[in-house]
């Protein structure tokens, strides 16, 4: 059984920053972080191989969202820049054997989700 759980999460203000962290058990995993909004799809945000050589952003954060990696510790983090009022959402990090893009179901384990709130 492979554990994903998210941490960092609460309430930051329009234009400034936080961090996300995320933890999982087993091997190493590529991983990715998505966001759900409250009555909207859940979005791709950002993946990072299982070697952490290769990255990939939606255009919606590229440039104020850093996602990285620590193999040692077997966890990922999301750094969130510039943060925007649409950022509000649950934020969820999950870990695929073949992929670290934006293809949803070919993620296999996620975390529970944790909230992130940006007020205006």
């Known amino acids: 059984q492979v554990h994903v759980r998210e941490s960092g999460g609460g309430l930051v203000q329009a234009g400034g920053s936080l961090r996300l962290s995320c933890v999982a058990s087993?091997?190493?995993?590529?991983m990715g972080w998505f966001r759900q909004a409250s009555g909207k799809e859940r979005e791709f945000l950002a993946g990072?191989?299982?070697?952490?050589?290769?990255?990939s952003y939606a255009d919606s954060v590229q440039g104020r969202f850093t996602i990285s990696r620590d193999n040692a510790k077997n966890s990922v983090s999301l750094q969130m820049d510039s943060a925007q009022p649409d950022g509000t959402a649950v934020y969820s990090c999950?870990?695929?054997?073949?992929?670290?893009?934006?293809?949803?179901?070919?993620?296999?384990?996620w975390g529970p989700g944790i909230q992130v709130t940006v007020s205006s």
């Open positions: 999950a870990a695929s054997e073949v992929t670290w893009n934006r293809s949803q179901h070919l993620y296999d384990y």
């Open positions: 087993g091997r190493t995993y590529h």
């Open positions: 990072i191989s299982a070697s952490g050589g290769q990255t």
